[in-house]
């Protein structure tokens, strides 16, 4: 991943305002037309999750100008292709979007060996929503002696039959990011795949897998009353939410940046004035401060983009995680 990408996100977030006055004009061209009644958000994950959870708070902050009402619609499952078929389905007049993993378009291509969709015509990218870094966290099973990541790798070095690492699931960026740090290292492992981060947690704390990785905003809990320690954060600065934690970068890994991130979608058949009218909504839903104290409490960072920033992006990852993938041999059916 390239730094860059941070850069965008603290720009974006110390000048929300900015955003906002930039968009200001848009939308009152865009909002000529009457607003829409309701507006319908498909989210992959289910209710409570990371993702519904940036859905449910974007939906509260959208101006009244541009939709009456918005209702979150969950459909979790097959990696996100329920939502993506649901979209797909869906009517094209604005009134449908999908707020998702932007794996969806950036790694599940190269990851899967059907994908029931493509993203390049299926998919119209409409804002970013939200970041978060990842973290790498050990629980009792490792020694209060490993505090850093060599540390780890040299514990796992000698005491291979533990040497476990658990993952949300096959193809995710923790899963991802932790076949990169291993490989890096040259030493042995073994994945160990949970239906997601909740019982991968229950594992860790009960000293049946020695590591994990999962988003920085899941781990500051239990980090907080000792019962796991984080030894890095995958962005390309310290996270604000863990500033005592050393990146990997600064622990001499300096290619592994890797950010979770989500954002909103439109169907690939949509016009791109209703696109333009929506990203200009969104841009100025996620500029509020209410919605950066309520990501806070996740771990998350607010951060909005036009619809053409949002395909560079997913272009310029798409580029990086080609490669990466192809290496790994990480393939998902």
């Known amino acids: 991943m390239t730094t860059h990408f941070d850069s965008r996100r603290d720009l974006l977030r110390h000048g929300g305002a900015l955003v906002a006055l930039a968009a200001l004009g848009t939308l009152r061209h865009a909002n000529a037309q009457a607003p829409i009644e309701q507006l319908r958000i498909l989210c992959t994950g289910p209710a409570g999750s990371i993702p519904d959870i940036v859905a449910r708070r974007v939906a509260e902050q959208l101006a009244s100008s541009y939709v009456r009402g918005a209702i979150v619609d969950n459909r979790p499952g097959a990696a996100g292709q329920i939502a993506v078929n649901a979209l797909k389905a ?141 030894l890095a954060t995958s962005g390309a600065q310290r996270s604000a939410y863990l500033p005592d934690v050393a990146t990997l970068v600064e622990q001499g890994y300096a290619e592994l940046v890797v950010r979770e991130w989500f954002a909103f979608f439109m169907s690939g058949r949509t016009p791109a004035p209703l696109v333009e009218a929506a990203s200009t909504s969104l841009q100025l839903a996620i500029a509020r401060p209410e919605l950066a104290s309520a990501f806070a409490e996740s771990g998350m960072v607010a951060v909005s983009s036009t619809s053409r920033a949002l395909a560079t992006r997913i272009a310029a990852e798409q580029r990086y995680w080609e490669p990466v993938l192809r290496a790994s041999g990480v393939r998902a059916e």
């Open 90 to 230: 869906g009517p094209s007049d604005g009134t449908t979007m999908l707020l998702a993993q932007g794996a969806i378009a950036t790694v599940y291509p190269y990851l899967y060996a059907k994908l029931a969709y493509d993203p390049s015509v299926d998919l119209q990218p409409v804002s970013l929503a939200a970041e978060m870094s990842l973290g790498l966290a050990v629980g009792p099973a490792v020694p209060s002696t490993v505090v850093h990541v060599r540390d780890l790798v040299e514990w796992m070095r000698r005491n291979p039959r533990l040497a476990n690492v658990g993952s949300p699931g096959t193809g995710t960026l923790p899963h991802l990011l932790e076949v990169m740090l291993f490989r890096q290292t040259d030493v042995a492992w073994q994945h160990i795949v949970y239906a997601g981060g909740p019982p991968a947690m229950v594992d860790l704390l009960g000293a049946q897998i020695a590591a994990l990785v999962l988003p920085e905003g899941l781990l500051r809990q239990h980090r907080a009353t000792g019962r796991l320690r984080v």
